[in-house]
């Protein structure tokens, strides 16, 4: 489904706020990155999310390892944080948005209904991720399998690339860390190199790999990382992370 491109407009726990100084380019695109670990497009006025993972908390609680049971609701409240700052024209959320097939039955009722709010207000697109090949159909939105912002192709898990193919992934959750005044400093992350942009997780509990994992192996060529730190984006080649 592709899309065309608009003109462009001019107290989270998770900061939220678009880099004023950092742009990563793609196919000729400008996408934005932010605090939160989402995305903005400007040309198509969209937000793009990924791996939202929402109710993992509860599906932890199922298997004995129990852990304050707000990540959806913490997650759909940051992701509220993020679009008031940004205020986009729609959201694609790129893949594993529920932790398993059975977390729509798990979710409560009022953070259902902010969910839904949050479709209402905009055209949305779940694409289908691992965790949740068959999203819930009664959320508001559509589900695709991809999504084409220009020449730039939106899915859940990076694919090997043909000749002048480009993507924008999630699914690795991806993290890297940098020495600094002797100390290692380990963030969340964007990593991209001129044909394959992989996003951080959004959700709660999701946690990161290393870019150093065997999971990266082979998708980059001469990367760069933007690190998501406290208060600030900080961008560093691939010689100077792990």
């Known amino acids: 489904m592709p899309f065309s491109p608009k003109p462009q407009a001019n107290s989270s726990t998770r900061p939220c706020g678009l ?3 950092h742009k990563i380019g793609l196919g000729g695109l400008e996408f934005l990155p932010d605090l939160s670990g989402a995305l903005y497009a400007p040309d ?4 793009l999310v990924a791996d939202l993972h929402l109710e993992k908390g509860s599906s932890l609680a199922r298997r004995g390892v129990h852990l304050p049971p707000y990540d959806t609701r913490e997650s759909l409240r940051q992701l509220r944080a993020v679009i008031a700052a940004v205020k986009p024209e729609r959201l694609i959320f790129l893949g594993d948005s529920f932790h398993d097939g059975e977390a729509r039955q798990r979710i409560d009722a009022g953070d259902l209904s902010e969910l839904r709010a949050l479709t209402g207000d905009f055209p949305t697109i ?3 991720g691992n965790h949740d090949p068959e999203p819930p159909e009664d959320i508001g939105g559509g589900i695709m399998g991809e999504v084409a912002l220009g020449p730039v ?3 859940h898990e990076p694919r090997a690339l043909g000749d002048g193919e480009l993507e924008i992934a999630g699914h690795l959750h991806p993290a ?3 020495a600094q005044r002797g100390h290692r400093i380990r963030c969340r992350c964007f ?3 001129t044909r394959r942009l992989i996003m951080p997780a959004f959700g ?3 946690g990161a790999l290393g870019i150093s994992s065997a999971a990266f192996a082979g998708l980059f060529g001469d990367y760069h990382v933007w690190m998501l730190g406290a208060r600030a984006i900080h961008r560093f080649p691939a010689g100077k992370v792990r």
């Open 204 to 206: 709660s509990y999701t």
């Open 126 to 128: 779940w694409i289908a």
């Open 153 to 155: 192709t939106l899915r």
């Open 19 to 21: 880099s004023r100084t």
């Open 191 to 193: 990593v991209a190199d």
């Open 176 to 178: 890297a860390s940098v």
């Open 44 to 47: 198509f006025k969209a937000l």
